[in-house]
């Protein structure tokens, strides 16, 4: 995951590929609770290393992802890295299952409209 920018690489190299239009990343989010997402136009890593790897191959970080929460551990000596790769707790599990249905929703707006009508519909305020 950390090096996640592996798999964008052969996309640079095609004339048509806009990253700010053509494609949505799809990440783990410690900064959402468990069971929350949003859809994000652009934006900086924020300490993801997936996303800086992307960033960091494609030069850019104009391009859309769909950050799901994951929620922040609640001891604060466990690493993040850990924290996100550990099993979740059953009731964690249950949330972030629960969001997959609308997230493909979400994802399928995307597709058909564009991040701005996607953001509309499926961002919700918290």
């Not at 599990?93 to 493909?104: D, G, I, K, R, Y």
């Amino acid at each position: 995951m950390n090096r996640s920018g592996l798999a964008v690489t052969s996309l640079i190299d095609s004339r048509d590929f806009d990253p700010a239009v053509d494609m949505l990343v799809v990440v783990d989010d410690i900064a959402l609770p468990p069971g929350r997402f949003r859809l994000r136009p652009e934006g900086s890593p924020g300490g993801h290393n997936g996303l800086a790897s992307i960033s960091g191959v494609l030069g850019t970080e104009m391009f859309a992802r769909l950050r799901i929460g994951v929620g922040r551990p609640t001891d604060a000596q466990i690493e993040l890295a850990e924290w996100v790769l550990a099993p979740p707790t059953q009731g964690e599990e249950e949330a972030v299952l629960s969001t997959f249905s609308q997230a493909t929703q979400a994802i399928e707006c995307w597709l058909k409209y564009g991040i701005e009508v996607g953001m509309n519909r499926f961002n919700v305020s918290t």
